[in-house]
């Protein structure tokens, strides 16, 4: 579905991005991986995603909190697969405190990667995909885009602002075959999950057993971790063409978390 296409997929080394990457690839779009990690794990697992995909899978260590890096990546993934139809921003860090107790190094950091690493790098792929005149941004916000929590409050704003953010860009560029949308997943058991039940099982005084019964799940009305396929599945319709009159919008992945 997605021969001759080509994606940055940020924050692709763990969890959601992972498999985002990998279905993309699957689906033959060339895809470019990124993220924090083990230099010999990533080259592992460029050759083997490259191997069972015959696509082209490049991988950048640009730091999402820092715009020139992320510049640099657009840049590179360009020359290296000659376009960027398909960006997906994905990268993303918690943390987990009161507000009056918040670290301001952390509300800056998860400002930065969470938030404005999506419009550094929209910024820098919406030059080739206007020229092109086709082009998916995705962005992985949260159920928290849409509704918050307690303790959260730099995740809660950053992903607010990312959906503000994904329906400004999918309003500027409407009338072009370049769709914007943010997914909104509920909780995924992924590394950033398991984190959590930690910081949360602290700032609680739980058990983790009862973090994810009572804290966790609790929002949760159908009860269990969305699928990371699932995910990457909505990901990968959001690419399609059956997608192109589907943009600016926040769609909830979140077993009933956001109908209440
Ligand atoms: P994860 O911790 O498994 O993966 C995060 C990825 O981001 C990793 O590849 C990591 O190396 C990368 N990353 C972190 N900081 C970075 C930086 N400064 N520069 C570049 N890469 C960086 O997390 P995940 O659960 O897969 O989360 C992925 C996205 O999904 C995040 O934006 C998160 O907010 C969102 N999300 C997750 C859940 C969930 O339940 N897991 C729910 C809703 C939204």
């Given at each position: 579905m997605l021969k001759g296409r080509s994606a940055i997929v940020t924050g692709s080394t763990s969890g959601i991005g992972l498999e985002i990457a990998r279905t993309l690839a699957r689906s033959g779009a060339n895809v470019m991986l990124n993220g924090f990690g083990d230099s010999s794990q990533i080259k592992a697992l460029r050759s083997s995603l490259a191997e069972a995909t015959g696509v082209r899978v490049e991988y950048s260590s640009a730091d999402m909190s820092r715009p020139d890096q992320i510049a640099g990546m657009v840049a590179e993934a360009a020359a290296a697969f000659g376009a960027v139809d398909i960006l997906v921003n994905n990268a993303g860090i918690q943390f987990v405190a009161p507000v009056d107790e918040f670290p301001d190094d952390k509300w800056s950091q998860i400002l930065a990667i969470n938030l404005s690493s999506n419009f550094h790098a929209i910024k820098a792929v919406l030059p080739g995909m206007k020229h092109r005149q086709w082009g998916r941004i995705i962005n992985v916000a949260s159920a928290h885009g849409l509704v918050a929590s307690p303790f959260k409050s730099a995740y809660v704003a950053a992903k607010h602002g990312v959906v503000g953010l994904t329906k400004t860009v999918a309003?500027?560029?409407?009338?072009?075959?370049?769709?914007?949308?943010?997914?909104?997943?509920?909780?995924?058991?992924?590394?950033?999950?398991?984190?959590?039940?930690?910081?949360?099982?602290?700032?609680?005084?739980?058990?983790?057993?009862?973090?994810?019964?009572?804290?966790?799940?609790?929002?949760?009305?159908?009860?269990?971790?969305?699928?990371?396929?699932?995910?990457?599945?909505?990901?990968?319709?959001?690419?399609?063409?059956?997608?192109?009159?589907?943009?600016?919008?926040?769609?909830?992945?979140?077993?009933?978390?956001?109908?209440?």
């Amino acid at each position: 579905m997605l021969k001759g296409r080509s994606a940055i997929v940020t924050g692709s080394t763990s969890g959601i991005g992972l498999e985002i990457a990998r279905t993309l690839a699957r689906s033959g779009a060339n895809v470019m991986l990124n993220g924090f990690g083990d230099s010999s794990q990533i080259k592992a697992l460029r050759s083997s995603l490259a191997e069972a995909t015959g696509v082209r899978v490049e991988y950048s260590s640009a730091d999402m909190s820092r715009p020139d890096q992320i510049a640099g990546m657009v840049a590179e993934a360009a020359a290296a697969f000659g376009a960027v139809d398909i960006l997906v921003n994905n990268a993303g860090i918690q943390f987990v405190a009161p507000v009056d107790e918040f670290p301001d190094d952390k509300w800056s950091q998860i400002l930065a990667i969470n938030l404005s690493s999506n419009f550094h790098a929209i910024k820098a792929v919406l030059p080739g995909m206007k020229h092109r005149q086709w082009g998916r941004i995705i962005n992985v916000a949260s159920a928290h885009g849409l509704v918050a929590s307690p303790f959260k409050s730099a995740y809660v704003a950053a992903k607010h602002g990312v959906v503000g953010l994904t329906k400004t860009v999918a309003l500027e560029v409407a009338e072009t075959a370049i769709t914007c949308n943010a997914v909104c997943p509920g909780y995924v058991k992924t590394p950033l999950v398991e984190g959590q039940i930690k910081d949360q099982a602290r700032v609680h005084g739980m058990s983790e057993h009862e973090v994810v019964r009572e804290v966790i799940l609790a929002s949760q009305p159908n009860k269990r971790f969305v699928g990371l396929e699932e995910l990457a599945q909505v990901v990968l319709f959001l690419c399609s063409d059956a997608a192109a009159s589907i943009t600016g919008t926040a769609l909830p992945v979140d077993g009933g978390w956001t109908a209440r």
